[in-house]
């Protein structure tokens, strides 16, 4: 492997573990405000809409995160290139 391979591996490694820190850092915020909130009415107070859009928004995150750090897009990639080289 050349200096070069070796630079790329370690980028795309660091973008992954970006990514990863970002991800659980997004969980922590979010139970941590949900759990204090709620704590702080007493209960649920019709806070279950906030929750649910927030926690929408988090899987949205959760799944662009699988999909990137699983490789699905390069994956993806490939197969369009073989198609490309097929014509």
Known sequence: M?????????????????????????WLVYLAVNIGLVTAAG?????????????LGLAIHTGYVLVEIGGVKERLLERELARGAGR
């Open 2 to 26: 050349n200096e070069a391979m070796r630079q790329d591996a370690r980028e795309a490694a660091r973008k992954r573990l970006e990514q990863k820190f970002g991800l659980a850092a997004h």
């Open 43 to 55: 209960g649920f107070d019709g806070s279950g809409w906030r929750i649910l859009g927030w926690g």
